[in-house]
């Protein structure tokens, strides 16, 4: 697949030269394919989603920008010049990123956190700080100032001296998105800020995406399994399916584009969700096997003599064969078949017990067998039939 190109015009004077460029990336973990010919486009200025079902390499494509795995195929680019990313040095090449976890210093308070970020900044060197030199308490107090400001921004200024593990995930959450923007990125990788928060918190958030364009300065890479909170944020959106870029385009485009409906639920499922829409469709293999389970509600099976003139006899009644049900109980019990040697008294038909040994003391399954009188029965013995 080629570049993935932008759905809207670009900010006036804005050169497609700008921004992040990632241009026929693949990635491979042994015989595993996780990214295969994946190109996308990050403008300054802009919010771009990557979605995709759980494994589809959206997380990939992140730790490619981060320097974290290394293409085997493909290109990089920041600003038109090729990107080489180290780990390291991404803060100084102008990209931060947040954590899918909150990736807090549990034993620092959350403003101590902030400015963890902001060194990047600092002015004063490692000596002046070791030595407790007043150019470095000088630069402390400005690192804070800024820190305590971000965490303003975000709304949780007043939590600033206190330790992550006291607060709410979603303030430490807030706290995770302070400490990337305090280094001052050009483009900001958001990976599932939603993660664990609740449908209030995630409107709040959503505000506070949409608005980092333009009170922070910064483009955003954003992958997420909110589709509410990627459809109202992102200028574009990128889908992956098995490490393939399957559809691009505005919200509204990849809304309604069939790919993506496939990709997320299954080509299969959507045909099984409207099976009656076209005639030609054969059943389902559940609809057969319900029939299957159900013979007696098929119009061809065989009924008694008593069934078809609704006298509503049963087989129980003298000459009335069975239905279905009593051939399986013929089968299920073969010596009952009508085969099976009777004795003499049998024959002459007074109902006297069995005088073959052989006869079962389930003779009635045969459709030929009446079952005789109750009063006949002897006494402790086996129940007997009379033909």
Do not use: W
Not at 2 to 28: C, F, Q, W, Y
Not at 225 to 232: I, K, N, P, Q
Not at 360 to 367: N, Y
């Amino acid at each position: 697949m080629g570049e993935v190109t932008m759905g809207a015009p670009l900010p006036h004077g804005e050169s497609n030269d700008k921004g992040l460029t990632l241009d026929g990336i693949g990635v491979r973990f042994g015989g595993l394919t996780a990214l295969d010919d994946v190109s996308l486009r990050v403008p300054p200025g802009r919010i771009v989603g990557v979605i995709g079902p759980n494994g589809a390499g959206k997380t990939t494509v992140f730790n490619v920008v981060c320097g974290f795995v290394a293409p085997h195929t493909g290109t990089i680019a920041l600003d038109g010049e090729p990107l080489r990313p180290k780990p390291h040095r991404l803060v100084r090449r102008g990209i931060a990123r947040t954590l899918q976890g909150v990736g807090l210093f549990a034993g620092l308070t959350l403003a101590e956190n902030v400015m963890a970020g902001a060194t990047v900044t600092a002015r004063a060197g490692f000596l002046s700080s070791l030595l407790a030199l007043p150019r470095s308490t000088r630069e402390e107090t400005r690192l804070r100032d800024e820190a305590v400001r971000q965490l303003d921004a975000l709304g949780i200024g007043k939590h600033a001296d206190a330790l992550p593990a006291t607060l709410p995930y979603a303030i430490q959450k807030k706290a995770g998105l302070a400490r990337a923007l305090a280094a001052g990125p050009r483009l900001l990788l958001l990976d599932e800020p939603a993660g664990g928060l609740g449908a209030e918190e995630i409107e709040e958030l959503a505000v506070l995406i949409r608005e980092l364009p333009e009170t922070a300065g910064t483009a955003v890479l954003l992958v997420e399994h909110h589709m509410d909170l990627v459809m109202s944020v992102c200028d574009e959106i990128v889908v992956l399916d098995f490490g393939k870029v399957v559809a691009t385009g505005t919200p509204d485009q990849v809304r309604g584009d069939p790919a993506v409906a496939a990709a997320y639920l299954g080509t299969d499922a959507i045909t099984d969700a409207h099976p009656a829409a076209d005639p030609g469709v054969p059943r389902r293999p559940a609809a057969d096997a319900d029939v299957a389970a159900r013979p007696a509600a098929d119009a061809d099976v065989r009924r008694g003599p008593a069934e078809a003139d609704g006298t509503g006899g049963s087989a129980a009644d003298p000459g009335v064969p069975r239905g279905p049900a009593a051939d399986a109980d013929v089968a299920a019990h073969p010596a009952a078949d009508a085969d099976v040697r009777r004795g003499p008294e049998e024959a002459d038909g007074t109902g006297g017990p069995a005088a073959d040994a052989d006869v079962t003391a389930h003779p009635a399954a045969d459709p030929d067998v009446t079952r005789g009188p109750a009063s006949e029965l002897p006494p402790g013995g086996v129940g007997t039939v009379a033909r």
